[in-house]
């Protein structure tokens, strides 16, 4: 997962790359190349008045480099009053040039200030795979860091980027020709819109020859300063098959999504942070949200704890669920800094030890970061982690490690729910539970108790508990568990506390004259109250003396007035979040009977037309980790919702969708049977 920055060079005040021994820019002037070639080669300004009506133009780019492009783009898309109503834009690089050469860079172009200083305040210049960067209401950029060819196959075939202008501004063909074949051309014309355009300051044959052959009408235009020749091109025939190897059967997109003539309206159930963070990124778009939540405001039960911990779920392998826990703290930590001027957000830094989870085994850190760079995650040695809090941690804590995260810290839930929820488009109707669900000609009903049914086209439910009411979803393989966090008043002796320091306990700096300590966990079994199988009063002391004994000074926390914090969460069995379509269990199990028989059973398409419930869709079981995993869950769902590209692989999305636990449950019968 980690990834190599860029190696520069000056030359005679032109920008190289040491790796590629080629210039980033044109030597007569790179401001204005890129609008010549890019701006105005594709006719961006003019398309843009004439598609003002439509919901979204996207423009892919290979070769980020500077990312001078981009910033063009953003400014003239500000300066157009006529517009489509977004603008994707979506970039491919392989080595990312550092934030510190960037302000190098930047500095040099004073026209381009604005935007640039935008920009820098949330790249990210590490870390493979794709980083969303909400740019503002109307600009979102998707980077993906690592091979273009690659990282185009990531996305899942029926997400295309359907892009209606590509930039080629990679490297030279002598000197990198990965990025001019006509393997990843044939990629780029299945990823684009019709009518799509393109254009790129080569003009050699074997990229015209590759560009021809992918389906492109290309022209041979004048280049730019002492550039000879460029080329553009329109498509002319589109790609049909898919390049991609993700397409499992079980998730096609034509299952579930609803017809784009439908209203733009969304209804959705849970008001905590799955549900406010999906109701923002559709707000976002441009659809009317509606929130239904049972309690009597919002951010409750488990996104009700006052502090709450950001940092990444680590797992000690390269795997594609390791990556969605990866950007999920990435994004989250952009995501909370924007969030109204970023008054709930603390970057405080987190130290996380060895014994920072409920297994009695404690983590091996030093394989867990291996896999992650340092400016996510550093190896600390013991006595720097001891030192490290403001107060002194017994060093025999931190003597089987500890991993700090120096862009971690905690959000002020009060803050947060304050903020969260007030778009323009977003309605929150407190004090509404849903009790029935059912769709009736394309359209969900909402049924409550005591108020008139609410319908909808797209219902998203990001309430675990509503989920297991509703006939359709019942079968869900969820767990309740029970956690107590304890608010403690500061005292003279703890305020000194700097960073969170997670272990058996977590440990919160003071807010407002107290600190949380979270959190003892309990799975419930049976129907028995909650109150009749918990202490609160003793599970109160016992958070506190755990958390006492991770320091050398004595008695750090005050052991009276404690209040404790409990809720209820209900998780999934394997303790991934479910994040996508709601599956259709009955049918499913049907459809793909098979592969009890043989897991490696190929499908044909029809078989999947009754796999989902079309316009439904799921956002729950976030669990501890939901700081971190609930925005971006939240712009996965409006990804799905409104047809944009998705920000993770398909190989992600069927990791987190319902669906895996029906295909698991299949395979595993192929298993048993065959013991």
Not at 198 to 212: D, E, P
Not at 460 to 480: D, G, M, N, R, Y
Not at 551 to 579: C, G, M, N, W, Y
Request: with cysteine.
């Amino acid at each position: 997962m980690k990834i190599s920055n860029a190696k520069l060079s000056w030359f005679k005040n032109h920008l190289s790359s040491a790796t590629f021994n080629d210039i980033y820019h044109s030597s007569s002037g790179a401001l204005e190349e890129s609008l010549y070639l890019f701006i105005q080669g594709n006719k961006l300004v003019e398309r843009w008045s004439v598609a003002h009506e439509s919901d979204r133009f996207s423009i892919a780019e290979i070769g980020f480099g500077s990312g001078l492009n981009f910033l063009l783009t953003f400014k003239a898309w500000k300066e157009q009053a006529q517009k489509p109503g977004r603008l994707f834009y979506t970039a491919f690089e392989k080595y990312p040039i550092t934030k510190t050469d960037l302000i190098t860079i930047y500095k040099k172009w004073p026209h381009l200030s604005k935007e640039s200083d935008t920009f820098l305040k949330i790249y990210p210049d590490h870390t493979a795979g794709c980083h969303r960067l909400l740019i503002d209401t109307s600009i979102t950029l998707d980077l993906h860091f690592g091979c273009a060819s690659e990282s185009i196959d990531h996305i899942k075939a029926g997400f295309q980027l359907k892009t209606n202008s590509w930039f080629l501004d990679g490297f030279s063909p002598d000197k990198n020709p990965d990025l001019w074949t006509l393997e990843l051309f044939k990629k780029l014309a299945f990823h684009s819109a019709p009518g799509c355009t393109l254009s790129t300051y080569t003009a050699a044959g074997a990229v015209a020859r590759n560009l021809k052959a992918a389906g492109f009408r290309i022209k041979k235009i004048n280049g730019y300063g002492k550039k000879r020749h460029s080329i553009i091109g329109i498509l002319e025939k589109a790609q049909s098959n898919s390049p991609s190897s993700n397409n499992r059967p079980w998730l096609n997109i034509e299952t579930f999504q609803t017809r784009s003539s439908e209203p733009k309206k969304a209804v959705i159930i849970g008001a905590g942070l799955a549900g406010g963070t999906t109701a923002l990124a559709l707000a976002r778009r441009g659809w009317t949200v509606t929130v239904l939540e049972a309690a009597d405001a919002v951010l409750q039960g488990a996104s009700g704890i006052d502090q709450l911990a950001l940092h990444c779920r680590l797992i000690s392998e390269n795997s594609c669920l390791a990556l969605f826990f990866l950007h999920s703290y990435l994004f989250s930590q952009r995501y909370y800094s924007l969030l109204n001027n970023g008054t709930a957000w603390n970057q405080t830094g987190l130290l996380q030890l060895a014994n920072a989870t409920n297994k009695k085994k404690t983590s091996d850190l030093t394989k867990v970061s291996d896999f992650y760079d340092t400016r996510v995650v550093r190896l600390m040695d013991p006595k720097v982690a001891a030192s490290l809090a403001g107060l002194n941690l017994l060093e025999t804590i931190t003597d089987n490690g500890s991993l700090y995260f120096p862009e971690g810290g905690w959000i002020d839930s009060a803050k947060l729910s304050k903020n969260l929820l007030t778009h323009p488009n977003i309605t929150v109707r407190l004090n509404h539970s849903v009790n029935q669900l059912t769709r009736e000609n394309d359209i969900w009903r909402l049924g409550s108790d005591c108020k008139n049914p609410i319908s909808s086209p797209v219902v998203i439910v990001a309430s675990s508990f509503a989920a297991k009411k509703f006939e359709c979803l019942k079968t869900l393989p969820l767990q309740e568990i029970y956690g107590q966090a304890t608010k403690v008043p500061i005292s003279k002796a703890s305020k000194g506390l700097s960073k969170v320091i997670c272990g058996e306990r977590s440990i919160f700096p003071q807010n407002d004259e107290h600190h949380t300590v979270s959190a003892s966990y309990f799975r419930l079994d049976g129907e028995k109250c909650i109150s009749d199988l918990i202490d609160a009063r003793r599970v109160n002391q016992e958070n506190i003396s755990r958390a006492s004994s991770m320091f050398q000074e004595e008695e750090i926390f005050q052991t009276e007035k404690l209040h404790a914090l409990s809720a209820v969460r209900s998780a999934p069995i394997d303790f991934i979040p479910i994040i996508g379509p709601a599956p259709n269990f009955t049918e499913m199990n049907a459809n793909y009977l098979n592969l009890t028989r043989n897991k490696k059973t190929k499908f044909e398409k029809t078989q999947s037309k009754s796999d989902y419930h079309k316009g439904l869709y799921l956002s729950i079981g976030h669990g501890s980790h939901g700081a971190a995993t609930c925005p971006l869950g939240g712009e996965i769902i409006a990804s799905l919702v409104t047809q944009d590209p998705l920000p993770i692989s398909g190989k992600t999305l069927d990791e987190l969708s319902a669906s895996r636990f029906i295909i698991r449950d299949l395979q595993k019968q192929k298993k048993m049977a065959s013991n």
